[in-house]
Each structure stands twice: as structure tokens, then as C-alpha cells.
């Protein structure tokens, strides 16, 4: 059984989350699908490129994790979609691929060009569950859009060290249900200072 991820920013009070699902069964009764996390602070590209690294690994090969976090349809973040590590991403090219790649090369990026025949004003629903779908049934990425090999990149947030060493000058990634802080000092950097 097939199976798609989503992560998004859209909460669970409204009826964005539950029409996904809908027309992610309309498209392929026999999906699986599985909510990594509604709840990311809204257009929060750190804390979602967080949770989706945490969590993508522990899902079987060929899995479709869709992405609906500062998704809207723009000259400066298309939409793509991305073989890597042996799963499949859908999301726009808002930096958070990037975030992923880090450690990672993609095997196949596709910028998507199928946003003329559907609607495109919630583009998760409109155009993400339909890539999904065609990726679930077999269909390859150059069907859905063009390659490209370069995507926005965002540097994650580097730690400072202050110029005597005397102290390290980090941000919170995520701060997770039971209070925990996550921060971009890493136990790597921190033992390397």
C-alpha cells in the first residue's frame, strides 16, 4: 500500500487538512496517508525542514511526503518535485529543499508545469495531491514537470562564536509539546569550539 506524508502549516481548525485527505482518496483509494505535522508555525521554513528530516527516514522506500508550508504558487518559488534518498518530496522551492539536501544529493528534481490544468488557488490541493497521485501509480517525475538541477538554497542558521570565544550565539529551531528547545548549536559544533 502507497503510501503519502503531509507536513503543513494549515492547523486542523479549518477544513484545509480534511479536503487533502479527500481528494487524496478521490485520486487513489488505497493510500495510506499519514500527518506528519499540521501544526508548524505558519510560512516557518527552519521548523519544518526540522521535523521532516526527524521524521522522513523512519518511512519505507518510494514514500510521497508532501509539503504544504509557504506553498503558494510565485515567480520566485515554483513548485517541484524531488527523488531523493530513496523517497519523494512535493513542496515549493521556498529554500526548504535546500535544508534537507544538505547532507543529501537529489537524484532528480522536476520544477512541476501542470499548474494549467487545475485550479491552482490552494496549490496542496490542486496541484501537490495530484503529483502525488501520478507518482503513487507508477508515473515518473518528467511527466509532471521539467528537470532542473538548481534549487533556492537557504544556509541553516549558522551558530556565532563571539570573537574571545567566550560564548556561542545560536537560534531555537523548534521547541517541541513537552518544552524541549532545539537549537542550531549542534554537539559537533559545540565540542569543536
Do not use: W
Request: aromatic letters at 8%; charged letters at 20%.
Amino acid at each position: 500500500m502507497a503510501i503519502i506524508t503531509l507536513t503543513t502549516d494549515f492547523g486542523l481548525k479549518d477544513h484545509f487538512v480534511g479536503a487533502i485527505k479527500g481528494a487524496l482518496f478521490s485520486e487513489i483509494e488505497s493510500v495510506k496517508i499519514v500527518d506528519i505535522s499540521h501544526d508548524i508555525s505558519p510560512f516557518h521554513i527552519h521548523e519544518a525542514a526540522y521535523i521532516i528530516q526527524n521524521a522522513y527516514k523512519s518511512f519505507p522506500d518510494g514514500t510521497v511526503h508532501i509539503i504544504g508550508v509557504d506553498s503558494e504558487l510565485n515567480p520566485e518559488n515554483p513548485h517541484l518535485a524531488i527523488y531523493m534518498d530513496n523517497h519523494y518530496f512535493i513542496c515549493a522551492d521556498n529554500g526548504i529543499l535546500s535544508l534537507l539536501t544538505s547532507e543529501i544529493n537529489p537524484e532528480k528534481i522536476v520544477e512541476i508545469n501542470i499548474h494549467d490544468r487545475f485550479p491552482t488557488n490552494f496549490p496542496v490541493l490542486d496541484v501537490f495531491v495530484k503529483v502525488a497521485a501520478h507518482i503513487v501509480r507508477g508515473g515518473t517525475l518528467d511527466v509532471v514537470g521539467k528537470n532542473i538541477t538548481d534549487i533556492k538554497k537557504l544556509t541553516g542558521l549558522r551558530p556565532v562564536v563571539t570573537k574571545n570565544d567566550s560564548q556561542i550565539i545560536g537560534n531555537v529551531l523548534y521547541i517541541d509539546n513537552y518544552g524541549n528547545v532545539v537549537t542550531n548549536i549542534t554537539r559537533k559544533f559545540f565540542e569543536s569550539i
